[in-house]
C-alpha cells in the first residue's frame, strides 16, 4: 500500500529551524503510478487543518500567507520525496504538521496522507 512517512519534527527555540522530510512508499504491484502535487498542512489543537505550503511535479509553489519568506518547500522527484524547511519559526508555528499527496494510479488520483509530526516552538 501506498505510504507516506514523515520524519524530522521536534521541539525548537522562536527564531530557530526545523526540517522536515516526507518518503513516498509506493508498491511494487501498483503499476503506472505517478505522485502528483505534494503539500505541508499543519493542525494545532482545536483549529482547523490548515496548507502550508505545495509543490507540484513541475515544481510551481504555492505559500500560506504566514509563513512566505521563512519556509521553503521543495521535492526530490526521483526519490519522491518531499522537504519543508521551516526558519525563523514562531510559537504559533507549533502543530501536528502533516503530508499530503496525490497520487495517479493509471488514470486514477488519488489522496493520501502521512501520519503527522509534531512540531512545537518555544518562546
Known amino acids: 500500500q501506498v505510504q507516506l512517512v514523515e520524519s524530522g519534527g521536534g521541539l525548537a527555540q522562536a527564531g530557530g529551524s526545523l526540517r522536515l522530510s516526507c518518503a513516498v512508499s509506493?508498491?511494487?504491484?501498483?503499476?503506472?503510478?505517478?505522485?502528483?502535487?505534494m503539500a505541508w498542512y499543519r493542525q494545532a489543537p482545536e483549529k482547523q487543518r490548515d496548507l502550508v505550503a505545495r509543490?507540484?511535479?513541475?515544481?510551481?509553489?504555492t505559500y500560506a500567507e504566514p509563513v512566505k519568506g521563512r519556509f521553503a518547500i521543495s521535492r526530490d522527484n526521483a526519490r519522491n520525496t518531499m522537504y519543508l524547511q521551516m526558519n525563523s519559526l514562531k510559537p504559533e508555528d507549533s502543530a501536528v504538521y502533516y503530508c499530503?499527496?496525490?497520487?495517479?494510479?493509471?488514470?486514477?488520483?488519488?489522496?493520501?496522507w502521512g501520519q503527522g509530526t509534531q512540531v512545537t516552538v518555544s518562546s
Open positions: 509506493l508498491p511494487e504491484n501498483i503499476i503506472n503510478s505517478r505522485v502528483n502535487d
Open positions: 499530503y499527496s496525490e497520487i495517479t494510479h493509471g488514470v486514477v488520483p488519488a489522496d493520501y
Open positions: 509543490i507540484s511535479s513541475d515544481g510551481s509553489i
